[in-house]
């Protein structure tokens, strides 16, 4: 079974500063792991994945998340926080079947 | 190409009342889920289907709700009776075996109000 724990439900950064949003998973199979991101009254929509190779994954919106099995975490990056990029990011995993999602991290950015 | 369509985006129903949310995936996929949403929280699986048959529905509460995906494409989730505890968004979600990359395509979702 797979599992995903995001540490911290709410993140708030100055504009311009580093974001830095954790998640760590169980699984018991290789995973496939995934960040999306969901604005207000709106379905999610997908950052970045990783299933196999390069454990850097770079997504849309400047974002990027490396992989890291010896710690099993999956953690979100981006250099440079812009207003825009407040919203709902939930990090999931995949396994043999069905995705699960974390409880989500709410990114509030401050001018 | 068309995403995920979701009908009704919004609902507000009386308790005791029945309610049917309808979901269109993304044309030639074959697998396709319900989500529930509570508030502050992420999605939660409530059924999966490949093409027509519930492959996954464990989590599904089958006492009051149901669901039909007929002829492998549309899909419809149904809730009767209500209860106050039901208020959630119920996000319809998408995804091929054909290319398997993993990624759900979600729709907007529908907000269901129970009053």
């Known amino acids: 079974a797979q599992s995903v724990t995001q540490l911290g439900s709410h993140v708030s950064v100055s504009e311009g500063a580093l974001v830095l949003l954790r998640c760590n998973y169980s699984?018991?199979?290789?995973?496939?792991l995934f960040w999306y991101v969901q604005y207000p009254n709106q379905g999610l929509q997908l950052l970045l994945k990783?299933?196999?190779?390069?454990?850097l994954v770079k997504g849309i919106n400047g974002f990027e998340a490396e992989f890291k099995k010896s710690e099993t975490s999956f953690h979100l990056t981006k250099p440079s926080a812009h207003m825009s990029d407040a919203a709902e990011y939930f990090c999931?995993?995949?396994?043999?079947?069905?995705?699960?999602f974390g409880a989500g991290t709410r990114l509030t950015v401050k001018p | 190409e068309a995403g995920v369509v979701q009908s009704p985006r919004y609902k507000i129903i009386e308790k005791k009342q029945p309610v049917a949310f309808w979901c269109n995936p993304i044309?030639?996929?074959?697998?396709l889920y319900w989500y529930l949403q509570n508030l502050g929280q992420g999605p939660e699986l409530l059924i999966r289907y490949e093409n027509e048959e519930a492959v996954d529905d464990s989590q599904l509460p089958k006492d009051r709700f149901s669901a039909e995906r007929l002829k492998g494409v549309d899909s419809t989730l149904k809730i009767q009776p209500a209860e106050l505890g039901d208020s959630a968004v119920y996000l319809c979600a998408s995804s091929s075996l054909t290319p398997n990359t993993g990624e759900l395509f979600f729709g907007e979702g529908s907000r269901l109000t129970v009053l």
């Open positions: 990783y299933t196999t190779g390069a454990t």
């Open positions: 699984s018991s199979v290789p995973p496939y």
């Open positions: 999931a995993v995949s396994g043999v079947s069905d995705m699960r």
């Open positions: 044309s030639g996929h074959n697998t």
